[in-house]
């Protein structure tokens, strides 16, 4: 059973680059569990309104956003670095809140939860209108699973910038588990705003996926392929579409891609 034989290698070659990649990414918002209910945990509810209204653009909210995609590169191995990038700016900036937005953010990586919610407390007392510590606390409760204090926090993030599309992914996020619709809703906004993004191109293809719409998921993973040609998440999940969809040469293609990026004592672990 020769076409037998093929399928299977197939999906071994799957599993270990799935193993591979679970050991070796960094997820951006992944924060360890403990210490999420200290003993002298403050009330969930910091939320204050902004004391003026805000006129910004998305190039006023851009270059935190990308320092939020070089920290998810650098944090493992370089935090101590970027503390003390962090606490330079924020004695040295006018405006402190997007560098204490980042410094908590950082803390979260590192696995200290509480601290982080300190810091983006510290942004909104520092500046009410300034949308960093918002969007800080939202990711904060959804990863807690406060829906409730997440939804609130992140809307308000929308209310001082309509534009703000790390806000319209957090409610992506928030609506996946119980709405796709509006969650593509949400992702179709901010491809509307950032076009070039890979990352939402991904995830707006899980959520398609997740329809039972794969050609459009297909589609939408080809276009993040080409914007982050190296990115093994993003070709991982298009040739697991390719099997599923029983494409098995395409899926061959994708893994040869994939195959590619590993080590090399790795690569050579497969070919053998």
């Not at 939860?113 to 990711?139: C, T």
Request: net charge neutral; aromatic share 12%; glycine share 4%.
């Amino acid at each position: 059973m020769p076409y037998r034989r093929k399928i299977s290698r197939i999906e071994r070659i799957i599993y270990f680059l799935i193993v591979w990649l679970a050991g070796c990414q960094s997820n951006p918002e992944h924060w360890d569990s403990e210490d999420f209910y200290p003993q002298h945990a403050q009330s969930p509810l910091v939320f204050r309104e902004a004391s003026a209204k805000v006129s910004a653009t998305t190039q006023d909210w851009q270059p935190i956003w990308q320092a939020c995609g070089e920290q998810d590169q650098h944090w493992q191995h370089e935090h101590q670095p970027l503390v003390q990038q962090y606490r330079k700016h924020i004695r040295e900036q006018d405006n402190k809140s997007p560098w204490y937005f980042l410094a908590g953010r950082l803390l979260g990586l590192i696995g200290k939860p509480e601290s982080a919610r300190y810091m983006f407390q510290k942004a909104i007392e520092y500046n009410p209108s300034d949308v960093w510590g918002h969007y800080g606390l939202g990711m904060y409760f959804w990863k807690k699973g406060s829906e409730f204090y997440a939804r609130l926090y992140l809307e308000h993030c929308l209310k001082l910038i309509p534009d703000f599309v790390p806000g319209m992914l957090g409610l992506a996020k928030l609506a996946e588990s119980e709405n796709l619709t509006l969650a593509q809703q949400y992702l179709e906004q901010c491809l509307v705003i950032l076009p070039n993004d890979p990352q939402l191109h991904h995830h707006l293809a899980n959520v398609l996926w997740q329809q039972h719409q794969p050609n459009e998921a297909i589609s939408h993973l080809q276009r993040a392929i080409e914007l982050s040609p190296q990115n093994p998440n993003i070709l991982k999940d298009l040739a697991l579409i390719y099997i599923q969809k029983k494409e098995y040469s395409k899926a061959r293609a994708i893994l040869q891609q994939l195959i590619g990026l590993l080590p090399t004592h790795q690569r050579k672990r497969i070919q053998d």
